[in-house]
């Protein structure tokens, strides 16, 4: 049998005694589909004044196009037949999740779903049910059986779904398949992490990244319908087709293909110029003396949040999974007087599409440039090892391609102001096994970013020389530049110039070498 889950959900409609029943459902169902649009308490910045942050008006923005895209398109006059045409457009896609329950435990299994329940509810649509099924491995068929697809098409009737989502990737066959058997559109996890991406990305990088991805794994998933599959006319008797054009011609599948590639093509060659400018911008950093420190980790785990903490950058925070795509980029002043710059990169999850990790090699190419990466977990969930194993291994694999080495990471448990007690324990036990930095923080409350920073320090400080330099009067350039870039320790004025005792980048403590008095 299929097993629903603990958190399966069914939707309900409360009628009002004294209203029709039907205007009262049309009601609770218009809350429902405006139910992200609720006001959102404003971001202040830190001098407490009421000047909206760069990531308010981003969250503004995006639940403002939920709103206003639905009513600008009636063009009626009439009341009845516009309530009709808004009715039928806001109206959520109704989507069962089902997954196969191939490993691991059920509470595991469980979370599994509550995150592909997360993704669904992120794109857009409205989740009724969750099922799964234990197997050994998935049927190559259908992915679940073919008794298990008859219980699902009851289900599905009797609920009225307009989607099934799997939580796995699913062949073109199996996706025919199952639509043939449920007669609803089918589609997978992969498909759904890249309809998210695109209604996420905002810069013309990141949208034609994830476009490229959609395009490269729906080439081999090209079907039609019907009489979209049949051979174009030739050159047969009574056709249109003359002398030189006769033959089978060309099938509507075979013309949509053939646009694909075309279109790949196009954007292949747009994102390599694109590719070229952040080079550019990197090599500048790259000539900067100051670190570079990039925010790594799992997809919700509060990354643009910590970010905010430590730097009051004001970047879009939003709970919901891939909430950020573009990378950010702020600078941050630490406790010692030293400028740090954090890159904020876009989340990890879960069996991440190959499609995804290929088209933002550039953009997580951060991580690999970076002095220092901070890995940023979610201590509120269940399972935080499992989210770290799978950032892991994202990382294994572009750092594969590249050719480049991990830079050092501090492992940052997050949301520890809404995590289980015990599964803190368990995460401060495994890493006081594995001899990794880890530090806990609530990027909410603050709790722990002093901590954080004094890491950080700490760890700048070994890629430091300590130098004692003496600086000439007429040099106040230098002076400048050694209290942007290093940690001053002490500093005395004396006749001959400024004496400063100072931590400072290797490159920097060669090119102020005339300065140096002792070590």
């Known amino acids: 049998m299929l097993v629903r889950t603990k958190d399966s959900m069914t939707s309900t409609v409360n009628t009002h005694p004294e209203h029709d029943p039907q205007d009262a459902a049309r009601d609770a169902l218009l809350a429902e589909a405006f ?41 009626t006059d009439e009341a009845e037949e516009a309530y009709e045409v808004e009715y039928r457009k806001l109206r959520l896609e109704q989507v069962i999740l089902v997954g196969a329950w191939l490993e691991g435990t059920t509470a595991e299994m469980e979370a599994n779903m509550r995150e592909l329940a997360a993704l669904t509810e992120t794109a857009g649509a409205e989740v009724i ?15 679940i059986g073919a008794g298990k697809v008859a219980e699902l098409r009851e289900v599905v009737e009797a609920s009225g779904a307009d989607t099934v989502v799997f939580d796995g990737e699913l062949s073109p066959s199996q996706i025919v398949a199952l639509e043939e058997a449920l007669r609803v559109k089918v589609i997978d996890r992969t498909m759904l992490i890249l309809d998210i991406f695109a209604q996420h990305a905002k810069s013309n990088e990141g949208k034609a990244q994830v476009s490229l991805a959609q395009m490269e794994y729906l080439f081999s998933r090209t079907r039609g319908w019907g009489g979209n599959l ?70 919700n785990a509060g990354k643009s949040s910590l970010i905010n903490a430590m730097t009051d950058a004001g970047v879009l925070v939003e709970d919901a999974l891939f909430a950020t795509l573009d990378p950010a980029t702020r600078r941050a002043q630490l406790a010692d007087g030293r400028t740090v710059v954090l890159t904020d990169t876009v989340g990890f999850v879960r069996h991440l599409p190959t499609q995804l990790v290929e088209a933002f090699k550039s953009t997580l190419e951060e991580v690999t440039n970076a002095d220092l990466v901070l890995h940023v ?57 594995s001899g990794r930095d880890v530090v806990f923080v609530s990027a909410l409350t603050g709790e722990g970013i002093p901590a954080l920073e004094a890491k950080v320090e700490q760890f700048l400080n070994t890629l430091d020389a300590h130098v004692e ?40 403590a060669e090119q102020y070498a005339e300065f140096v008095v002792g070590n």
């Open 35 to 75: 139910r992200h649009n609720a006001p959102q308490p404003a971001q202040r910045t830190e001098s407490g004044g009421g000047e909206p942050t760069i990531g308010s008006l981003d969250l503004e923005a995006r639940n403002a196009l939920r709103r206003v895209g639905q009513r600008t398109e009636i063009r």
């Open 129 to 143: 049910d969750m099922l799964y099924q234990k197997r050994d491995k998935p049927d190559p068929g259908t992915y």
């Open 230 to 299: 049949s051979r174009q006319a030739g050159g047969r008797a009574g056709s249109n087709g003359g002398v030189g054009l006769r033959g089978p011609g060309e099938t509507r599948i075979e013309a949509d293909r053939r646009r694909l590639r075309a279109d790949m093509a196009r954007l292949r060659h747009e994102l390599k110029g694109m590719k070229t400018v952040r080079e550019v911008k990197r090599a500048r950093r790259q000539r900067s003396t100051t670190p570079k420190i990039a925010i790594a980790g799992y997809t």
């Open 377 to 433: 977990v979610d201590g509120s969930d269940p399972f935080p090892l499992k989210q770290i194993e799978a950032v892991n291994e994202v990382l294994a694999e572009i750092t594969r391609d590249s050719g480049e080495e991990i830079p050092p990471e501090i492992v940052v448990v997050n949301k520890i102001d809404e995590a289980d007690p015990l599964v803190l324990a368990e995460l401060r036990h495994a890493f006081d096994n």
């Open 469 to 508: 330099l003496l600086v000439p009067y007429t040099r106040g350039d230098v002076v400048s530049q050694v209290h942007e870039a290093g940690t001053v320790r002490s500093e005395a004025y004396e006749e001959e110039g400024t004496r400063i005792d100072v931590r400072l980048p290797h490159v920097l």
